[in-house]
Structure formats: C-alpha cells, structure tokens
C-alpha cells in the first residue's frame, strides 16, 4: 500500500507542476500577454469565469483523486464508487485541459492553437487516461460481479 500512496503523490504532484508550467511558462517565445485594461467588460468576465472553472475542477480533481486513493487503502478497489470517482476525475481532468488551451489563447496573443495544446497536452493526456482506468475498473468490476455471481 505505501507503494501505490507514493505513486498517487507523484502523480499529484507532477499534475499540479504541469498546470502550474501551462499557466506561466508557455512554449510561445515571441507571444504578448493582452493588456487587460484595453478588454471589455464581458471579456474580462469571460476571462474570470473561464479562470474559476479551471480552479474549480482543479480542486474537485485533488477530491477525488484522494476519495479514490482512501478506498483503494480500505481494499475497496472495484467498486461503482471508484468507476464513478476515476469518471469524475478524468472530466474534471480533461475541462482544466480545454480551460487551459482557452485560457492560453484568450490572453497570449500571436500563440496559434498548436502551441496553445501542445503546453495542455499532458493534462489532456491524464484525464483521458483517467477515463480509460474507469472504464477499465468497471469491466473488472463486471468481472468480479460474474465471478461471484457464477460460484
């Protein structure tokens, strides 16, 4: 168990260092942050808005990576509840992706939408791999249902 609790902080850890890089340290070498004084009002709310839901989802994804690390640790592996929690955390995921490109193209002018996915592509990639381990955990628990049900 120490193994697997180690992992998870790693993994943690390196998802937080690669939102933190997507936000300050963009690939685009010659882009221009806007001035924020020159945006419109709804501009400026899209941006807050926009900027919430990536901190929202950032810390439900922290929740339920953490729900599912303590389930894991009480032996309670294929469960619905771990489908679910692995489900919701690779949504979560996959919107602070989309946010982020958002994000980076709404405020780094000359950035094309390359440059723009290729500093989310990582957080992109988790959340579809956390999808993949959901749909995984609920053939296994399928399995296991089949299991007991056939003893």
């Keep these: 168990m120490k193994k697997i609790n180690l ?3 790693l993994v943690l850890a390196l998802t937080l260092v690669d939102i933190v890089m997507s936000l300050f340290f ?3 070498k010659s882009a221009t942050h806007i001035d ?3 945006l419109s009002l709804g501009s400026l709310i ?3 808005v926009l ?3 990536i901190l929202g989802a950032g810390v439900m994804t922290l929740v339920y990576f953490i729900k599912f690390i303590l389930n894991v640790n009480r032996n309670q ?3 619905e509840k771990n489908v679910s929690l692995l489900r919701k955390y690779g949504i979560c995921t996959l919107l602070i992706g989309v946010g982020l490109i958002g994000f980076s193209l709404a405020v780094i002018t000359g950035q094309s939408l390359t440059n ?3 500093d989310s592509i990582t957080v992109l990639c988790e959340g579809f791999f956390a999808l993949l381990m959901g749909e995984v955990f609920g053939i296994g628990l399928k399995l296991q249902e089949r299991k007991s ?3």
């Design 7 to 9: 992992l998870c902080v």
């Design 26 to 28: 963009t690939s685009g």
């Design 36 to 38: 924020f004084d020159t």
């Design 46 to 48: 899209g941006l807050l």
């Design 51 to 53: 900027t919430l839901v």
């Design 77 to 79: 592996i294929f469960t």
């Design 116 to 118: 723009a996915i290729s």
């Design 149 to 151: 049900t056939a003893a």
